[in-house]
């Protein structure tokens, strides 16, 4: 089994940057693909970024491409989120999620462990 710990969020203005941390311990973190979500109220949950497990392939969505970076550091078992330009339409709750496999996956029904989340404002 796999536990994953969110942390990182927190409130911003518009345009300004915040990088989220999902630190990950169970089982080997670098035999998974790592993916962020994120679901505002009234909204579906959505795809944000995905990376996989070597770190060599990442998924963007039009929404987010361009401002948000995903990356890993398997030594220290951490996945990031770095996200610039941050606008108020990125206010959400933001998921990090693991499942094993060797390439992009991009629904959410393709993860089995998932983070607590963490919530990220931006403010107009």
């Known amino acids: 089994q796999v536990q994953l710990v969110n942390s990182g969020g927190g409130l911003v203005q518009t345009g300004g940057s915040l990088r989220l941390s999902c630190a990950a311990s169970?089982?080997?973190?670098?035999?998974?693909?790592m993916g962020w979500f994120r679901q505002a109220p009234g909204k579906e949950r959505e795809i944000v970024a995905a990376i996989s497990w070597s770190g060599g392939s990442t998924y963007y969505p039009d929404s987010v491409k361009g401002r948000f970076t995903i990356s890993r550091d398997n030594a220290k078992n951490t996945l990031y989120l770095q996200m610039n330009s941050l606008k108020p339409e990125d206010t959400a709750v933001y998921y990090c999620?693991?499942?094993?496999?060797?390439?992009?996956?991009?629904?959410?029904?393709?993860?089995?462990?998932w983070g607590q989340g963490t919530q990220v404002t931006v403010s107009s």
């Open positions: 169970g089982r080997t973190f670098n035999s998974y693909a």
């Open positions: 999620a693991a499942r094993y496999g060797t390439r992009l996956y991009t629904s959410d029904a393709e993860y089995d462990y």
